[in-house]
């Protein structure tokens, strides 16, 4: 089910070529190919303006390049997850791939590069690192002007996302942002119930794709996809065990969640996840959205018969196909093995070659219905309640949102924060940052870890049996960027020693009170490369 984007919408009109071919009065309009929305503003003309420039530039570069457009969309996603050196000289630092993204909307992408590449201040190549792209190892060796169409995609995707707020970028700015906010939009996903040993889906080695690869199919997903279920149901139960929740506990990223409920700030939590466990939180129904469903239902695919989860977890737990039962009381109603077909009704017969030499009488029983857990799979729209309360209730009253725990690959969920109004903070906390999404703060490690310091340094004590009364939290910047920080637990005599032996290092201790937040960060003038 996709959500309508009615701000972002615009009307294609051709473009003019004489004065007799004007658009319609009030219409939207294209330069070239690149859309401008109705009533446009300056920004949203100059960026147009300057992407019609810049793909004039790379057709030009074009002729002498091999590499086609496909392969280099396909190719973009993949070199933007890879993982950039901090200390290549090729690469920018995070601070000043920063300041060339807020150039970048700044001056509009024609003046950016007469600025970047044309001054010869950067290389096409190198100025990839400022969007998370990693050079591909296909063109190295190659003229600069072949890193010109991947070096357009990368400004075109930048510039569709939402910018980061640069006023934003501490570990106090996040604790004060949590502090006063009272609609906070929580979006979960599997890294938030992995510390309970619920494998997640896409960590190399231990996520559940990973584990997947032995089943031999062509893409993992498959087991989530409703027509191989509907084919064959036997591939998902062989792994269904294995992410059936199996415990009435919780983690202390759902007691966080739980708590910003108490307090009356929890606007709504949209959760990826079908274990079930932010309702043995005690989440409302009423603050919650399982986008994806979950095992706490589960419905006959055959005749619609619903029923509780725990109905079916012993035949899961065992590898089992579950059977609906009252396909199975249908199918005997009176101690039969056989189905009696009405009188004048013709008898169906299944499809069967030459070779079949199965008998005429068993096409006299009819099957009996698989039980689905009422989780949505790949091909299935998701709850219509999902769009009806971020479109209808949500979207005008949220004054925070928090993604804890997950990559954001899955449409229409990943959306949400693009869809949310852009002068919402938003703050990411998982094991590893996003290249896709622009975030205000990054606070990376383990969600357990981070969720408590964050409520430590709130003066919200979070109690739980998995959060030790003298755990010490390490918080330290990553690299040279400013709005991204590493959360580890330290041993608590390491953490005095090097809090006594270092002055102004990594906080162990309670903040003073927060600064007040700059509202603009001067961009300082890039480096030259060498």
Not at 497 to 522: D, M, N, Q, Y
């Amino acid at each position: 089910m996709k959500t309508q984007r009615a701000a972002n919408k615009a009307v294609t009109v051709k473009k003019r070529n004489s004065s007799n071919n004007k658009p319609r009065s009030g219409a939207a309009f294209k330069v070239d190919t690149f859309e401008v929305p109705e009533n446009p503003t300056y920004d949203d003309i100059k960026h147009a303006v300057g992407l019609q420039e810049l793909d004039a530039r790379v057709k030009d570069a074009k002729e002498s390049c091999w590499e086609t457009d496909s392969m280099l969309e396909d190719a973009i996603a993949e070199l933007g997850d890879a993982k950039l050196s901090p200390n290549d000289p090729d690469t920018c630092t995070p601070d000043e791939a920063m300041v060339l993204r807020h150039q970048l909307r700044a001056l509009g992408p024609a003046e950016f590069c007469r600025r970047t590449v044309d001054a010869g201040s950067y290389t096409a190549k190198k100025l990839l690192s400022a969007f998370g792209i990693r050079p591909p190892p296909f063109l190295e060796g190659a003229d600069d002007e072949a890193y010109f169409s991947i070096l357009s995609l990368a400004i075109s995707r930048e510039l569709s996302k939402r910018a980061k707020l640069f006023r934003y970028n501490t570990v106090d700015d996040a604790v004060e942002l949590l502090q006063r906010s009272n609609n906070i939009i929580v979006l979960t996903g599997a890294g938030i119930s992995t510390s309970l040993g619920i494998p997640d889906f896409r960590s190399k080695g231990t996520g559940l794709y990973s584990q997947l690869e032995h089943l031999g199919l062509n893409d993992p997903q498959e087991v989530f996809d409703i027509s191989v279920f509907k084919q064959d149901p036997t591939i998902f139960y062989t792994v269904a065990k294995d992410i059936l929740p199996s415990t009435d506990r919780f983690t202390p990223t759902h007691a966080f969640i739980s708590m910003l409920q108490q307090k009356g700030k929890l606007l709504t939590n949209y959760t990826q996840n079908i274990d079930n466990l932010e309702a043995k939180a005690g989440i409302s129904p009423d603050k919650m959205i399982q986008c994806h469903g979950s095992f706490a239902t589960a419905t006959c695919v055959q005749c619609g018969f619903k029923c509780v989860g725990d109905e079916i977890f012993p035949d899961i737990k065992a590898g089992k196909i579950p059977r609906c039962p009252r396909c199975v009381q249908n199918l005997r109603p009176n101690g039969s093995t056989k189905r009696k077909r009405s009188a004048g009704t013709e008898r169906k017969r299944r499809r069967f070659s030459s070779d079949d030499s199965t008998s005429d009488s068993e096409y006299d029983i009819p099957s009996v219905g698989v039980m689905k857990p009422d989780i949505t799979f790949f091909g299935e729209a998701l709850p219509d309640e999902f769009s009806r309360r971020l479109t209808e209730h949500d979207r005008d009253k949220v004054d925070l949102v928090i993604v804890i725990g997950t990559s954001l690959k899955v449409t229409p969920v990943s959306e949400i924060v693009s869809w949310l109004p852009a002068n919402i903070p938003q703050l990411y906390i998982s094991r590893q940052a996003v290249s896709h999404i622009n975030f205000d703060i990054d606070l990376l490690g383990d969600c357990d870890v981070v969720v408590s310091e964050l409520c430590r340094r709130a003066g919200w004590p979070l109690k739980h049996e998995m959060v030790p009364d003298d755990q010490v939290v390490e918080v330290r910047p990553e690299g040279s960027c400013v709005s991204r920080h590493v959360f580890e637990v330290v041993n608590p005599k390491t953490a005095a020693t090097t809090t006594a032996l270092k002055t102004g290092a990594a906080s162990f201790v309670k903040p003073t009170k927060p600064a007040r937040p700059t509202e603009t960060v001067k961009p300082r003038k890039p480096r030259k490369s060498t």
